[in-house]
């Protein structure tokens, strides 16, 4: 059973900063595709990041300088590191894990990951 448990989130500043843990479970952050994704109140998921299994890391246009993904095989845990925050950064923050590569790369719909975590709260005020 995969399991993806998601830490870290809060509520900060404009301009602080927060980084969010994904532990995973029967799943091995190493492999295939890892992402984060947010929902902010009232809106649809937004893909924030994607880091597959040949390196190659993806950024939403609106966190581009600012977040960056990373991953610790060791602990199996995937990162998010957020710098910078601003107000439309509030949004629940979600991992999702896939074994298709290809997701990663062209898959922007949250549903459509096959691993996803229950979310963390990332409030920040202005």
């Known amino acids: 059973q995969v399991l993806l448990v998601e830490s870290g989130g809060g509520s900060v500043q404009a301009g602080g900063s927060l980084r969010l843990s994904c532990a995973a479970s029967?799943?091995?952050?190493?492999?295939?595709?890892m992402a984060w994704f947010r929902q902010a109140p009232g809106k649809e998921h937004e893909r924030v990041a994607t880091?597959?299994?040949?390196?190659?890391?993806n950024y939403a246009e609106s966190v581009k300088g600012r977040f960056t993904i990373s991953k610790d095989n060791a602990t199996n845990t995937l990162y998010l590191r957020m710098n910078s925050l601003k107000p439309e950064d509030t949004a629940i923050y979600y991992c999702a894990a896939d074994p298709f590569v290809w997701r990663c790369r062209f898959v922007y719909v949250y549903s459509s990951f096959n691993y996803r975590g229950q979310g963390t709260q990332v409030t920040v005020s202005s």
């Open positions: 029967g799943y091995t952050v190493s492999s295939d595709c």
């Open positions: 880091f597959d299994n040949d390196g190659q890391i």
